[in-house]
């Protein structure tokens, strides 16, 4: 079965490419399960030269790469460069603090010494979405790769031109070619590489089923995994909130990369003072983006991704209307099977509504009504969701405060909740465990052995 690069906007399929056999697969693991032996011996200078150097051919190739996820995933020229950026300046972090993150720590014990030192595991698989198709896969791979791991890359099927372009970034930076591969494999293969022992970690940014199939494979093997997966994050608007920068930042958080973003704001909480006018400058806010092609540079938003991923979104929003939702902003698809999706805003929202409990990933915004900040907070966590939220608010000792009650990987006060090199990243409940980026990240796919002297 073919591996297929369709452009969302034209539906023009760009590229075909044959998925890999298993034992071509096969073979890739075994070159890689070999390099580790050599790559593990090398310095920390070393492998912080190489990954200067990716970070050097990022920032070059940013426009090239910016094309390719216009292309592929339908990613605006402007958010593709920046993303290409954002991956070279996380290479660039992870060569400058990997020695220091993985530095061997002294511990005071009775023993003469007595330390903790950081060493690789090996074969690292990644199973990486089409959302983020850089980003995504250097979060993982610059601190692997640091650490002195070799990376596995199976990515989403319909970026393959971004997943080749990554793997060829590494090689011409100077990482030995088995250090890095992209594989071009369907789904169907992922569960014999997690069940080959040569494989030692898994890491996978996706969807609930997709981890929880990925973590039931790999605890069968007794494999460590990292597993990132959806999100519905709240951004709570107290009444006291400066509204129109609140209403302005919700815009923008709900149509991150047209709306299909882990941590894109999704579920607006809104005290009831302010409600009203709060869905007014959302919608103005929202009108004011320019939908269109990817590839031209006045375009602020491009389609979704495939189109059978709006016929979804669609759906969703039709069966909480019916279940008693109220549309405040009429968009969504033209007709059917097409992926241009236009931003849409549900208001009237309870329990019991398909709008309420699962993750809308596209731009529809979902605004829920609070009594007052407990009750904000109780709705933030009434979700099965955890990844990240935000609170608004002129009071930051309040707003600390109610950051600290939600139950998320990440909480942001008056601010747009964005990951980022220095801190962690990751969530709690059906959002997954384990944490990307920061010094907990390199750390997550190490051995940290104890060394006890005598």
Partial sequence: MPIESINPYTGRTERRFRAFSWPKTERILGQTHRAFADWRTTTFEHRARLMRRAAGLLRERADALARLMAVEMGKPLADGRAEALKCALCCDYYAEHAAGFLADEQIATEARSSFI??????????????????????????????????????????????????????????????????????????????????????????????????????????????????????????????????????????????????????????????????IAQLKTHLLALRPGDPLVPTTDYGPLARPDLADELTEQVADSVKQGAKVELHGGQSQPGTALFRPVILSHVKPGQRAYAEEFFGPVAIVLEAKDADDAVRIANDSRFGLGGSVWTRDLERGEQLARRVEAGAVFVNSLVKSSPQMPFGGIKKSGYGRELSYLGIREFVNQKSVWIA
């Fill in 117 to 278: 030192a950081y060493e690789p595991l090996g074969v690292v698989l990644a199973v990486m979405p089409w959302n983020f198709p850089f980003w995504q896969v250097v979060r993982f791979a610059a601190p692997a790769l640091m650490a002195g791991n070799v990376g596995l890359l199976k990515h989403a099927s319909n970026v393959p031109q971004c997943a080749l372009a990554l793997e060829k970034i590494f090689h011409d930076a100077g990482f030995p070619p088995a250090t890095f591969r992209t594989l071009l494999i369907g789904s169907d293969l992922v569960e014999k590489l997690i069940e080959d022992d040569r494989v030692r970690a898994v890491t996978l940014t996706g969807s609930e089923p997709a981890g929880a199939a990925v973590a039931a494979t790999a605890g069968r093997q007794i494999k460590k995994t990292v597993l990132e997966l959806g999100g519905s994050d709240a951004f709570i608007v107290l009444a006291d909130a400066d509204l129109e920068r609140a209403a302005k930042t919700a815009a923008q958080a709900r149509m991150i990369n047209s709306g299909q973003s882990c941590i894109a704001a999704k579920r607006f909480i809104v005290e009831k003072p302010v409600i009203k006018e709060f």
